[in-house]
């Protein structure tokens, strides 16, 4: 394989045009093979092997700062940038991450994960290298779905108006998860269809040909003439400060490094227009790039007979043992499928429900919403401030607006949850998803802040639904408050605990009694706890366990009877302010901290280290073994002579 023999980008410079034609069928095949067998990105970087391989050939990748917008299409650059051995692990513990990673290689110039951010990034490169004396190009490659970012048209701005030299790659695919959406989306395929880029795809051959042919006898000069027929007067880049250049076509490896080569030499800023397929060189990710665009282990049908199993399916249900023999596990729906069905039935009744999605609508569980009711539906693109002042608008008018986000997205938008919809006490339902620990994506996807972060709004509700069968009351509950309420749930399923019916929404709930002391945990740690308490007691430990389901307010009712003797809160949050500070302060508050002992698990003031949940939980101590170790150090630490 030619691949094995590509250790640095330096490598993929000395390497001819068919030679890296052949790279490029190799690069597929590898990223097909290691995402069917670890799970992760397809259809992205799929899209942009030539492209990747382009820049490696013609620009100095490591002194060349190269900065991938959310960067889950950067596994081509990972593996023509010194990480070929270790691609197997990819998305694994110890391996390589799915998103660039500036501890994990000389050539990842800054880590991404979240959309938007990489031409800030750039600017702030181009910036540092004109104060430092330096000279080095600083490209960043951005797609069109994180183009409709705020962030992105903020850096764009700036960069036009300092005018330094860098290039922006925008690769448009037309494709955000989902189809891109948005006027600015719109504008893309305008300059597509009115472009040199129908007439260069139409005379692909001949204008190669003309490019390319005479290359001994040409000089950059000649070529940066002819690339300069590609760069069309005016148009919004050109407004914000940018040469504009393109559309071309993103998979002609021949025009990519010819354009790329003479565009390098160029001043100022520099928008360069790819057009690219989303799963290109897999027919399944090309017709269905959606579908595709993540994968969980074993989803490329072509490669394996095993059964298609979506992401959005959610990870299969941890270690439950205990709870089966409890009786307390019957079905295992995921939290944002039980999210998706309690609105729909709840969107039947009121009509004045809408929902809102930032590019997520598969993700979010809004698919189905937007089926149903495609006029209360709202895809605003990767866009989450606009789409909670958009729902705090709705809702100032009247409407019941959900904002279903990611909990590691919904971060972006805090200065509108503060601003815009508790300040004005408006009845904003946000439904925050992937809450708490996420796994391969950790950990810039981890969702481990929100219950600290959202705790600190004055006037908003934020509960947890431990199950499937607490959504919909809670919704409903949610949907009926007359000020913001905020629901988190954890990536995956949810195995129900406890009766599903009767249940009181209203409290907390205890799920087993016990006096030595009580798990009181948070969403779906609640398995874990019963597991863990199920376990003390074959060792003569009665521990009981509460599902707090409030987090602000507190159900102080239950504190109330809880005081007194110990308790292990559990939550996959970070401790610092989180729902285990939350009790202490009511404890301390209320004069009763210094004869209730307290262990907190959840995390401690740390990031996560990439990993599968489980082990990840395990690492935090939020498995059932962590959980039982706790509530025995805290035990010991109250009895010492009595506690095994
Ligand atoms: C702030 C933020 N919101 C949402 C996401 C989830 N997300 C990951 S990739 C993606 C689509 C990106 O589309 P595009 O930039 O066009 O790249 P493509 O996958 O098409 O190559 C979205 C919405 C994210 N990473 N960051």
Redesign the pocket.
């Known amino acids: 394989m030619l691949l094995d023999s590509i250790h640095s980008p330096a490598d993929v410079k000395a390497l001819s045009l068919p030679q890296l034609e052949q790279l490029a069928h190799e690069l597929r095949e590898t990223i097909i093979d290691t995402v069917n067998r670890n799970g992760g990105h397809l259809a ?1 970087p799929l ?1 942009v092997v030539e492209l990747t391989i382009a820049l490696h050939h013609v620009f100095d990748i490591g002194k060349d700062p190269l900065i991938w ?2 960067g ?2 950067s596994y081509a650059h990972k593996l023509l940038g010194g990480r070929r051995d270790r691609f197997y692990a990819l998305r694994k513990r110890e391996g390589i991450s799915g998103y660039p990673k500036i501890s994990e290689s000389e050539f990842d110039a800054f880590g991404t ?4 951010t990489s031409i800030s990034a750039a600017v702030g490169m181009a910036v540092a290298r004109e104060r430092l004396g330096l000279a080095h190009h600083v490209i960043a490659v ?5 183009m409709t ?1 705020g962030m992105a048209l903020e850096a764009l701005s700036h960069a036009g108006h300092l005018g330094l030299d860098m290039l922006v790659i925008l ?1 448009d ?1 037309e ?3 989902s189809r ?1 959406v948005g006027a600015l989306s719109r504008y893309f395929n305008r300059l597509i269809t009115a472009s040199p880029y129908k007439r260069a795809k139409e005379d692909a051959g001949s204008y190669v040909k003309q490019l390319i042919g005479d290359r001994m006898t040409q000089t950059i000069q000649d070529l940066e003439k002819s690339v300069k027929g590609f760069i069309t007067k005016g148009g919004l880049f050109q407004e914000f400060g940018f040469n504009y250049f393109g559309p071309i076509d993103g998979h002609d490896l021949p025009l990519l490094v010819e354009c790329l080569s003479s565009i390098k030499t160029m001043k100022g800023p520099i928008l360069m227009h790819c057009r690219t397929e ?1 799963g290109k060189g897999l027919k399944e990710a090309e017709e269905d790039p959606s579908k595709y ?1 993540g994968v969980t282990p074993m989803a490329v049908k072509s490669r394996c007979a095993a059964v298609l199993k979506s992401d959005q399916e959610g990870d299969p249900v941890p270690s439950q043992g205990l709870l089966q023999t409890n009786g307390c596990t019957r079905h295992a729906p995921t939290f944002t499928a039980a999210f998706s069905r309690a609105l729909l039935e709840a969107a039947a009744r009121d009509e004045r429900i809408v929902a809102i999605t ?3 609508p598969e993700g979010t569980g809004l698919s189905e919403f937007e089926q149903h009711y495609p006029n209360r539906f709202f895809d605003v693109g ?1 866009c ?1 401030q606009h789409a909670v002042t958009f729902a705090a608008g709705l809702a100032a008018r009247g409407m019941r607006p959900v904002v279903a986000l990611y909990s590691t ?1 919904l971060q ?1 938008a805090y200065d509108q949850v503060v601003h815009d919809a508790a300040i004005q006490k408006l009845p904003v339902v946000f439904a925050i998803d992937r809450a708490g620990l996420v796994g391969e994506d950790s950990p810039t996807h981890d969702g481990i802040f929100d219950l600290s972060f959202m705790r600190a709004v004055p006037g908003l509700v934020l509960a947890s639904p431990r199950d499937a069968a607490d959504m919909g009351p809670m919704l409903d509950w949610a949907l009926n408050h007359p000020g913001p309420v905020a629901l988190r749930y954890a990536r995956g399923k949810s195995p129900i605990i406890g009766d599903e019916n009767g249940r009181v929404i209203l409290r907390s709930e205890r799920l087993r009694p016990g006096g030595d002391a009580t798990f009181l945990a948070v969403g779906p740690c609640l398995a874990a706890c019963l597991e863990a308490a199920e376990a003390l007691a074959t060792e003569g430990l009665e521990i009981g366990v509460v599902d707090a389901r409030w987090v602000k307010p507190l159900d102080t009712g239950m504190l109330d009877t809880l005081a007194g003797r110990p308790i292990i809160t559990a939550e996959e949050n970070t401790l610092v302010g989180g729902f285990g500070s939350a009790v202490l302060e009511y404890l301390a508050d209320t004069g009763r901290l210094e004869n209730t002992p307290i262990q907190r698990v959840g995390l401690p003031d740390t990031h996560a280290v990439l990993g599968s949940r489980a082990e990840q939980l395990a690492d935090f101590g939020l498995d059932a073994l962590g959980l039982a170790r706790a509530a025995r150090n805290l035990l010991a630490r109250r009895c010492p002579q009595t506690a095994p």
């Open positions: 992205s899209g917008d959310v889950h299409q994960g979240h959309s938007s951005i797609g069109d779905g994180a970012g690769n695919n494709m955000s998860i891109n989303k665009h930032a590019a997520m990767i989450e997205f972006r």
